[in-house]
């Protein structure tokens, strides 16, 4: 992909929708294994004193760097937890 696609007027729109969203929302879950834009996402929700839930179904070697986040589960019961807490 060549950068000039990211300013083709659908990929400025999805852009802006996502951001959007994510502005808005109180909280994110990164569930995995998920992509690059997933994680920047993540980052950036961090970044911008959300809470940030790393929810890992199936066993894998969780990234060091999830150490920023405000929680990692494996089951969904600790991720609804996690999530209730915020209310």
Known sequence: MERAALDHPL???GFAADFKAMEW???CVLVLPCG???H?????MKGAGKKVFAYMP???EPELMYKLFDGICTK???LMMFLEGLG
């Open 25 to 27: 929302a109180d909280a």
């Open 58 to 60: 199936e066993a894998q």
């Open 11 to 13: 990929a400025a729109a």
């Open 76 to 78: 969904g019961a600790g």
């Open 36 to 38: 690059r834009s997933a």
């Open 40 to 44: 920047v996402e993540a980052g950036w």
